[in-house]
């Protein structure tokens, strides 16, 4: 099967989105050490943290000590998410490599997670931009239920072209389309794809796939077939938005590393560095990470006939 997609950019938001949700705070060291794990793994981009109000999310109040305890690289891009202004400022002291600014395509969730309307977050990001701008950063832009909302249900593919379009206006390089609480179905993933594509064609889209429902990897196929090459993910599957409820996991980066390697279709991540930090983050967490590859192995993975017990008959 060809999808026309021969290579593909993965953005991990492990230490990000992964860990926003958890109840158990993550140590600055340890982030800091799965991060850089990371880079060696072979991933060009990642989402490192995000530079909210310790109060929304306590787990990320470190998001400054840890990009500055990271071993810089030239060739990775480090991002952040940015709510406002004033978390802008924070990160261009930090002197990051990209601002990622959200919303949300329903009002009702956009208040829940930013206490503010649609509109109100579209005018703060004008500030956040001519901020950037000034100091040479790019700007990227999340729309978080793109696929539909726990509040309001589905989202009109009108919405997220209007939103795209003034993302464009903005100046952003792209837009995310976040699947916040795994509500993406193929589909719904393909209509929205076109929508966006047929009115703003030159708008690079990055795809945010959770796995709530089951149909994480599924949704990444739609994705291929519409050419889509941009995607985000995380190591071991973990992860969710504390302002929606049953949130759950984003779509496993071994996971789909995996897949994306059956179909021969590069991603410049070395899977097995990936289970290894898969595995360290399970041991942090303290628990059993929803990640299949990490525990199973790649498809073609051997054991020794001496250490399988052998079925014995009546």
């Given at each position: 099967m060809d999808f026309g997609v021969k290579e593909v950019v993965l953005t991990e938001v492990g230490t990000r989105d992964g860990f926003q949700s958890e109840k158990k705070i993550v140590s600055t060291n340890d982030k800091i050490m799965l991060i850089n794990d990371l880079v060696k793994a072979g991933f060009q981009?990642?989402?490192?943290?995000?530079?909210?109000?310790?109060?929304?999310?306590?787990?990320?109040?470190?998001?400054?000590?840890?990009?500055?305890?990271?071993?810089?690289?030239?060739?990775?891009k480090f991002t952040a998410l940015v709510p406002n202004l004033r978390g802008a400022i924070r990160a261009l002291e930090c002197q990051i490599d990209e601002i990622v600014v959200f919303l949300s395509a329903s009002e009702s969730h956009n208040q829940k997670n930013l206490n503010r309307s649609i509109h109100e977050s579209l005018t703060g990001f004008e500030e956040v931009v001519k901020l950037a701008n000034d100091n040479n950063i790019p700007v990227h832009g999340d729309i978080s239920t793109a696929f539909g909302c726990p509040f309001e249900g589905n989202v009109q593919y009108k919405k997220l072209v209007e939103i795209s379009k003034q993302y464009k206006a903005l100046g952003f390089k792209g837009v995310t389309l976040g699947d916040t609480t795994g509500m993406a179905t193929p589909p719904i993933v393909k209509a929205a794809i076109r929508e966006i594509q047929d009115n703003i064609p030159d708008l690079d889209i990055t795809l945010h796939f959770h796995n709530t429902r089951g149909v994480g990897l599924a949704n990444v196929?739609?994705?291929?077939?519409?050419g889509?090459?941009?995607?985000?993910?995380?190591?071991?599957?973990?992860?969710?938005?504390?302002?929606?409820?049953?949130?759950t996991g984003n779509i496993c980066s071994e996971d789909l590393v995996y897949m994306m390697n059956e179909m021969n279709i590069k991603t410049g991540i070395n899977i097995n560095h990936l289970i290894k930090i898969a595995k360290k983050a399970e041991k942090i967490l303290e628990y059993k990470l929803p990640g299949q590859v990490m525990h199973a192995g790649e498809r073609l993975k051997k054991y020794s006939l001496e250490d399988v017990k052998t079925a014995k008959g009546n």
């Open positions: 981009r990642i989402e490192f943290s995000s530079f909210v109000s310790p109060k929304a999310i306590p787990q990320l109040a470190d998001a400054a000590e840890v990009i500055k305890g990271v071993d810089r690289n030239n060739d990775v196929l739609i994705g291929l077939n519409e889509i090459y941009l995607y985000e993910s995380c190591f071991g599957g973990i992860g969710g938005c504390p302002f929606a409820p049953d949130a």
